[in-house]
């Protein structure tokens, strides 16, 4: 193998996580994609921006702050990767934002759909918008002016401000020159003008152009100078003493009202802003010049991801489908879903096929009278859930309900914690998992009396029990009856909600367990069988691959000759094609109308083709401070099933495929003359959706 520094065999966590987002803007560049749906992408870079700038920029500027010297394997130091975050981050926004103006919105107004500036308002429109401001903005209001006893107030993480500069003496004499008005966050950040006084199909106005246009209203008396809208993001990762807690659900509701007012990491204005309040407000929240972004537009495009879903242009949105069914549940007498499992396992690939036996699974359960227990993880539901709707019902008929809910799934954690108090209202078991390690494994366990015995079945998954996201995540689902299974789900549940040691599990790989040193060693078995001269193949599917050591044996597989294909959505810290390292190994990421969340590991183990799927990535979170598990598929028939729809699909991609070089950049696939242009999750649509509605 080739002798690299160490460092210089890992990428950066963070510049992976930019470049990521670089790909997510290019489906908003690509006019492939329907115009509405390009607005979309453009929005999602902006939310994923915002999760970024509150967990890991502000973890950088904690490490700066604490003169940390970083521990990453790629050996930078946390000012170097500050800096190089800052300088990529400002290009990508001025794209995002060029993109926006000069390309979106323009195809938009070609479309009828407009966003009036105040330039464009006419007399009627004007008269509308002025009575609107005083019926539905004024009264909520309150500005604040910047004197010695109203200081500047403590504005909310991600909440949309304006920044005043005024001139003359208000009815107290006082004369500060500035003053701050919050926009409530009950208020849209869009608004849809009337039809009879629109000039095209749809006329949007920017609650910011409103307050701009009558924030005099609020100064009587006074010369506004200038108003200026601004956000602030702050650091919301949230901090428990883990081994002070005495009760993790009275600690988090305790922290949870702070997320909003962290220590600030970014401040976003407009591009109108002056050099004085932009040095001003920079002071205020104790930020400097790399964490300041001037904006063409509104500086919260995340408020704009709901536009498309009021406009009634399906042409201009991808083309609705309905999910479809696997043949052994759309038989007629399938109503039965233990029935259905008893005869065969049964896979489930979302979202081209229906998140509904899911929940049939959970509801059938709470009604069936032979069902004596329920037993079921959650992570993220959402805040309104059939599934956890369900899980209530089966506890108020008194069957033994037991719930791990996870208080710590990021930003979910306050629907988490009403779920759980909901649950024990009705006398369900409601755990937390284990202090230290988050439970972010997908399963469900329900024992049913058959007879004389008790049955159990599961559902195991790579996604979440959430309807909404089914729609558009790709994950897998699995049911058995499996009894070898069944028992290691259950040996899982024993060691979430009591004490004692961990068993040995047949089937299931664990963390914190036991997954890491599996798929270690099934990565070796794979160089040990290209070592006898054998064919070797190694296929991973995740959204992230960053933990060292796997990628050392992914590099020492590769030297033996192991023929590696790596599906990695996102932030992928291997570094693919170097000679006498690497030169086996090719590494894509696949961005398009669904976010691709599915993990799957396939081994072709001289000729037995292991196939695993988890929720977990190759990271050291899910390895070692995580509950996960690693499940197999047994069924040859199914196991060709993931194969044929999980992975070669997007081998062959060569539409929405980019594939990543030695640098850690990405490039797309381009088709040659002679190929035939394929589009994986189009061909899965194709061939899974029950069909598409006209």
Not at 430 to 442: A, C, E, L, N
Not at 641 to 650: K, S
Request: glycine share 6%; with cysteine; proline share 5%.
């Amino acid at each position: 193998m080739i002798k690299l520094p160490t460092s210089s065999q890992f990428l950066n966590r963070e510049l992976g996580q930019i470049e990521f987002n670089r790909r997510v803007l290019a489906q908003a560049e690509n006019r492939d994609n329907p115009l509405l749906e390009r607005l979309r992408f453009l929005c999602i870079v902006s939310s994923n921006l915002d999760e970024f700038f509150e967990i890991r920029v502000a973890g950088l500027k904690e490490q700066i702050k604490l003169g940390a010297p970083g521990f990453e394997p790629d050996g930078m130091a946390p000012r170097q990767v500050f800096k190089l975050v800052s300088e990529q981050t400002h290009l990508l926004v001025a794209r995002q934002y060029q993109l926006l103006n000069e390309d979106i919105l323009p195809g938009l107004a070609n479309e009828g759909i407009n966003f009036l500036r105040r330039a464009a308002w006419n007399d009627i429109q004007r008269e509308w918008i002025k009575a609107f401001f005083f019926r539905e903005l004024m009264p909520v209001l309150t500005p604040i002016g910047l004197d010695p006893s109203h200081p500047f107030p403590r504005v909310l993480n991600k909440s949309l401000n304006f920044a005043v500069e005024l001139e003359g003496k208000d009815a107290f004499g006082r004369s500060s020159g500035a003053a701050i008005v919050q926009a409530p966050r009950v208020l849209p950040r869009v608004i849809l003008l009337p039809r009879e006084i629109s000039t095209s199909e749809y006329n949007f106005v920017f609650l910011s152009s409103i307050l701009h246009a009558h924030v005099g209203e609020l100064f009587s008396g006074m010369n506004v100078l200038g108003c200026y809208q601004f956000r602030a993001t702050r650091n919301s990762d949230l901090f428990v003493d883990e081994e002070e807690v005495k009760n993790l659900r009275i600690a988090l509701q305790g922290e949870l009202p702070q997320r909003h007012f962290g220590n600030a990491v970014r401040l976003e204005v407009a591009d109108n802003c002056s050099p004085r309040m932009a040095d001003f407000l920079l002071e205020q929240f104790g930020l400097v010049r790399e964490d300041f972004y001037q904006v063409e537009g509104p500086v919260n495009l995340v408020r704009l991801m709901q536009v498309p879903d009021r406009i009634e242009r399906p042409e201009l949105k991808y083309p609705p489908f309905i999910p479809g069914l696997p043949a052994t549940l759309q038989k007629k007498k399938a109503t039965d879903i233990f029935q259905m499992i008893r005869k065969n396992d049964i896979l489930l690939h979302h979202p081209y096929q229906s998140f509904q036996p899911v929940i049939h699974f959970i509801q059938q359960a709470a009604a069936d009278s032979g069902v004596v227990a329920i037993k079921q993880t959650v992570y993220r539901t959402g805040t309104d859930s059939v599934v956890m709707e369900a899980l209530i019902a089966a506890a108020s008929r008194g069957k033994e309900v037991t719930v791990v809910v996870e208080l710590l799934a990021r930003f979910d954690e306050e629907a988490n914690i009403n779920w759980a108090s909901r649950l024990e209202e009705v006398g369900a078991h409601v755990v937390y998992g284990i202090v230290g390690h988050k439970t972010h494994t997908k399963m469900a366990m329900i024992v049913r009396r058959e007879g004389d015995k008790l049955r159990r079945y599961v559902h195991l998954g790579t996604g979440n029990y959430h309807p909404s996201t089914a729609r558009l995540y790709t994950d897998f689902g699995l049911f058995t009856c499996n009894e070898e299974i069944c028992a290691d789900v259950n040996e899982v549940f024993i060691q979430l909600t009591g004490l004692g040691k961990a068993g040995k599990l047949k089937h299931l790989w664990q963390s914190p367990f036991s997954f890491h040193s599996q798929v270690l060693k099934a990565i070796n078995n794979e160089m040990q069988i290209a070592k006898a001269g054998k064919p070797a193949r190694i296929i991973a599917k995740m959204n992230a691959l960053l933990e060292p050591q796997i990628i050392r044996a992914l590099y020492a597989a590769s030297a033996a000759g192991v023929k590696i294909d790596l599906i990695v959505r996102g932030v992928c810290a291997l570094r693919p094609g170097i000679t006498g390292l690497s030169e086996n190994i090719r590494v894509r990421s696949v961005i398009g109308r669904f976010l691709e969340h599915s993990r799957i590991f396939y081994f072709r183990n001289d000729g037995a083709h292991d196939i695993y799927l988890s929720s977990a990535d190759w990271m050291g979170r899910n390895f070692f401070r995580r509950i996960e598990i690693c499940f197999p598929v047994l069924d040859a028939r199914l196991k060709k099933r993931v194969l044929t729809e999980g992975l070669n699909p997007y081998l062959k991609d060569n539409s929405q495929s980019w594939e990543m070089d030695a640098d850690g950049h990405y490039h797309l696939r381009a088709t040659t003359r002679s190929s035939k242009k394929l589009c994986a999750q189009e061909a899965l649509l194709t061939e899974l959706a029950a069909a598409k509605q006209d």
